[in-house]
């Protein structure tokens, strides 16, 4: 019993974690352009024009 | 220089993003514009998010685009857009990972109750299953109990009724059990359901969002608008909502007008085919009227604006149209079909077994267990799952080809069509003039002509680059180009001053033609035609071999439509008024279901009548909106492949049906029997689920 009263909320929390992890992404639009990420690696950068 | 602007955000559509090369161009091109601060694209929509000083107008913008060589449609508004149906679907998304993070909890504590942990453990475990069970249950059946609850209030009945009652009976029932230290709960089961479910949902409203996004990219005449000339004789770009009657619009050649209204000044020929399906082009001069929508051809005109927005001719056909959509809204989708019967079984079935366990004596605790079970069994889950998770992997699969199919059950009307009705122009045909027997003329004159044309934007210029190029034609190389408005284009040669422009008489009535002249000696006389799209026949054929009737609905004169459908071997009625279209499909629609493919704006009231309906992507606005599916490119063969995809999916959710059925013929008796605990439960719903989406994946890759 000792065990399951730290183990039990460890698992809860990794899932908590997850969930807001992937509420987080959602809402900073991660999943908005799924394609476009794939291709992205494929653009190189104009490193000095940036400002 | 340091001053903060406030900067405003645009969003544009750009169809031409096809590979990473775009994205650089366009994220690195856009930005050295200085009024452009930041670009984005969004590859999956084919979308560019511009953050841009406000003073920035949008033909400037549109031009930064065309600078790199790509097309551009604004979108929405500036404000930034707040997208009713993809804030559902977000909404979803956030219930389905609410519910997948509680089913996987739960059932990491359900499973330490299988396998034996008894007494305090077993409560406690309970419990814990209770507390991340019911939030999650309050917050992800929300879309469960709405719909439930609409359905009640009108007296009828959906799929939503018995999840519903199941969720909240076995819940409450589970409740019960852990505070009575009871062996049973039922929560894993009820969030597994939810999840499912849910899934099911969301995959539903992404497709439409996907072909919503699609569309939106399509619409070239959202966000148009016109050079209106001022008081002080200056023009300036208006958006289109804010023109208003006696402004004096500049309409250059190839630009669509925005408003209704009267010329003013100069003549052209006015493109009338998405409005009237007439093919020849119109001849227009001071004081005749023209209509939002049209195609000026040949020269920049002054038109007086008459009437914008509701009041436009436009507003005839889309009151038409209203009325032709109540028709199809009518048509109820295969699941709830289904659900009509099964709901009341389900029901009857629940309420059986507790009857019946009461009658022999159970006690109503375990006779309510049992009937608990039987619901939770036979929720349909699988039938949740199987028409959406079907209809989405066919609907990618036809995005693949270049066809945008708008819901589910634009697919479930497209497979039961057995008659298809086809506008002519701009459907069976290209709807564009196409330069004629360019191979003809001498490799000079074509070099010639490519070098002139590629000059000018006007429409027959564009239309004779795009020949030539497909010739592969080298250009020739001259100099000191120059473009006169309403005439043509010149310049010069070695010694030679050629010129590409309008015949100087008349030739042949009102046929499209140009004419190349080299120091004033007319060398040439390119003429130009709308012609069939190139499988045509092919299509055609390949229809009526699937057992689909088809015949020519045209607006354009019976002289213009009779050698279309004498190459084509189809019947067709000509000259034919929006209303005629509506009515000769709904002299059909008694005994055939109806395909209705067209492009006009004269198609949109036939097209919200058919049963199902079809346009191309160059259609008019108001025909792709009202289709359900839209193919892009010059083929027709879409239209077929999208047909036989639509029945192969009906086939495949039939055979999924089946499947859900054939569980329930064995799950039923045994929940009947008592003998599915909770562990039996979660096995069978996620064995059915996981074989009706495996069924439903085998549409992957059913287009060669």
């Given at each position: 019993m000792n065990g399951l009263a730290v183990l039990i909320p460890i698992a809860l929390g990794l899932g908590l974690l997850g969930l807001a992890a992937f509420f987080w992404s959602l809402r900073r639009g991660q999943f908005d352009d799924l394609d476009g990420a794939a291709l992205r690696i494929f653009v190189e950068d104009e490193e000095e024009a940036a400002p | 220089m340091t001053t903060v602007i406030a900067l405003v955000e645009r969003d544009f559509a750009v169809p031409?993003?096809?590979?990473a090369g775009c994205i650089a161009k366009l994220e690195q091109g856009l930005?050295?514009?200085?009024?452009?601060a930041t670009a984005r694209v969004n590859f999956t929509e084919k979308r560019v998010h511009l953050s841009c000083v406000?003073?920035?107008?949008l033909p400037d913008l549109i031009g930064a685009f065309m600078a790199l060589g790509f097309e551009a449609h604004p979108i929405g508004n500036a404000l930034g857009d707040a997208d009713p149906a993809a804030a559902g679907s977000r909404e979803l998304l956030r219930a389905v990972a609410v519910a997948g993070f509680a089913m996987m909890n739960i059932m990491l504590l359900s499973v330490s109750v299988w396998s034996g942990a008894a007494g305090a453990t077993r409560d406690l475990f309970h419990w814990l299953s209770a507390m991340i069970a019911l939030p999650t249950i309050a917050y992800a059946g929300r879309p469960f109990f709405r719909s439930a609850w609409r359905a009640l209030r009108h007296r009828q009945t959906n799929m939503d009724v018995p999840i519903s009652i199941g969720v909240l009976l076995a819940s409450t029932l589970s409740l019960y059990e852990t505070a009575t230290h009871g062996?049973?709960?039922y929560f894993d089961g009820a969030v597994m359901l939810l999840f499912f479910l849910l899934c099911g949902r969301w995959l539903d409203s992404v497709m439409r969002d996907r072909a919503r996004g699609g569309i939106t990219a399509l619409?070239?005449?959202?966000?148009t608008g016109a050079m209106v000339l001022g008081a002080d004789g200056k023009s300036r770009w208006i958006d289109a909502t804010a023109l208003e009657p006696g402004m004096v619009m500049l309409v250059a050649a190839g630009e669509r007008l925005a408003a209704d209204g009267a010329v003013i000044r100069g003549s052209s020929r006015l493109d009338l085919s998405l409005l009237t399906g007439e093919s020849a082009p119109q001849l227009v001069r001071p004081d005749d009227r023209v209509h939002a929508g049209t195609l000026n051809l040949d020269a920049p005109v002054e038109i007086k604006v008459s009437a914008v927005g509701a009041d436009t001719a436009l507003a005839d056909i889309a009151r038409l149209m209203g009325e032709a959509a109540q028709g199809k809204s009518r048509y109820v989708r295969i699941a709830d079909r289904a659900a009509r019967l099964y709901a009341p079984a389900v029901h009857a079935l629940a309420l059986l077994a507790f009857v019946g366990w009461m009658i022999i004596g159970a006690g109503w605790h375990q006779s309510l267990l049992i009937a608990v079970a039987v619901l939770i069994i036979t929720c349909p889950c699988a039938l949740g799952l199987a028409v959406p998770a079907a209809q989405i992997v066919a609907a990618g699969e036809l995005m693949r080809v270049g066809v945008l199919v708008k819901d589910g059950s634009a697919l479930e009307r497209l497979a039961e069509v057995d008659r298809a009705m086809i506008d002519k122009t701009?459907?069976?045909?290209?709807g564009r003039p196409e330069a004629r027997d360019?191979?003809?003329?001498a490799p000079h004159v074509q070099s010639l002509a490519l070098a002139l044309a590629q000059a000018s934007r006007h429409p027959l210029s564009e239309a004779l680059t795009r020949g030539l190029q497909a010739l592969d034609v080298a250009r020739a190389d001259v100099h000191a180009i120059r473009e006169t408005p309403g005439f043509g284009v010149e310049a010069r040669w070695g010694d030679h001053v050629v010129t590409l422009g309008r015949p100087s008489d008349p030739i042949g009535g009102d046929a499209l033609a140009t004419q190349l002249s080299i120091d004033g000696a007319l060398i040439a006389t390119i003429r130009f035609a709308d012609r069939l799209r190139p499988d045509a026949r092919a299509a055609i054929d390949a229809l009526r071999s699937d057992g689909i009737d088809v015949s020519i609905l045209s607006g354009d004169r019976a002289a213009a439509v009779a050698p279309v459908a004498r190459e084509l071997a189809m019947t067709a009625q000509t000259g034919m008024s929006p209303q005629d279209k509506l009515a000769a499909l709904a002299r059909q629609s008694v005994t055939h279901k109806v395909l209705m493919i067209g492009d006009g704006l004269n198609d949109g009231p036939a097209l919200a009548a058919g049963h199902a309906s079809m346009a191309p992507g160059s259609a008019s606005d108001v025909g792709k909106n009202a289709s359900d599916c839209i193919f892009l490119g010059d083929r027709l063969m879409p239209i077929v492949a999208t047909l036989r995809m639509a029945r192969r999916t009906q086939a495949i959710v039939r055979q999924n049906f089946a499947l859900a059925i054939g569980y329930n013929v064995i799950a039923v008796p045994l929940a009947f029997l008592g003998y599915v605990t909770p562990l039996v439960a979660a096995l069978a719903m996620s064995g059915s689920s996981l074989l009706v989406v495996g069924n439903a994946m085998r549409l992957k890759r059913a287009i060669r």
């Open positions: - | 031409d993003i096809r590979c930005v050295r514009d200085r009024r452009i406000p003073d920035a107008e062996a049973h709960t619409l070239r005449n959202m966000g701009g459907t069976l045909t290209l360019l191979e003809r003329l």
